[in-house]
């Protein structure tokens, strides 16, 4: 399944495979909390399951979309600020945004530039030692 994370997922995923998955376990032992880290982007985004549940595909997939769509803050930027080639896929992606939907903010959406396709995720060790804080696992 492919997701564009431009769209809120009731309207990028086909109703129903929506329907079919949105209320599927994210992960086989129920967890309240996922910790996404990407490649993609420098954040990191916390799930947490709605009260009295767990994580559902469904609950990744709403707060993805609502995490991208936070305007990008003064420390991201100034990463931006030193990779001159990110940096301009991001300005082409935000005046591509802004045409359509009139903010002009940037925003977390336009640092994934045109690679917008959500197609799952995986567990990357090494990725994920390299990327936390040292002291903070």
């Known amino acids: 399944m492919r997701y564009d994370v431009r769209m809120p997922p009731q309207e990028g995923i086909a109703p129903s495979t929506w329907q079919q998955i949105s209320l599927?376990?994210?992960?086989?032992?129920p967890t309240f909390k996922i910790l996404i880290?990407?490649?993609?982007?420098?954040?990191?985004?916390?799930?947490?399951?709605?009260?009295?549940?767990?994580?559902t595909c469904g609950t990744i997939f709403e707060e993805l979309h609502k995490q991208l769509q936070r305007h990008v803050e003064g420390p991201e930027w100034a990463m931006l600020a030193v990779d001159k080639t990110r940096k301009e896929a991001v300005e082409k992606a935000a005046r591509s945004r802004q045409e359509k939907d009139k903010i002009n903010r940037l925003k977390r959406i336009d640092w994934l530039g045109d690679k917008s396709m959500f197609e799952g995720l995986e567990r990357d060790k090494e990725f994920e030692k390299k990327r936390h804080l040292p002291g903070s696992m």
């Open 37 to 55: 880290i990407s490649k993609a982007f420098p954040w990191s985004i916390v799930i947490y399951a709605p009260t009295g549940s767990v994580v």
């Open 24 to 29: 599927v376990p994210a992960l086989e032992m």
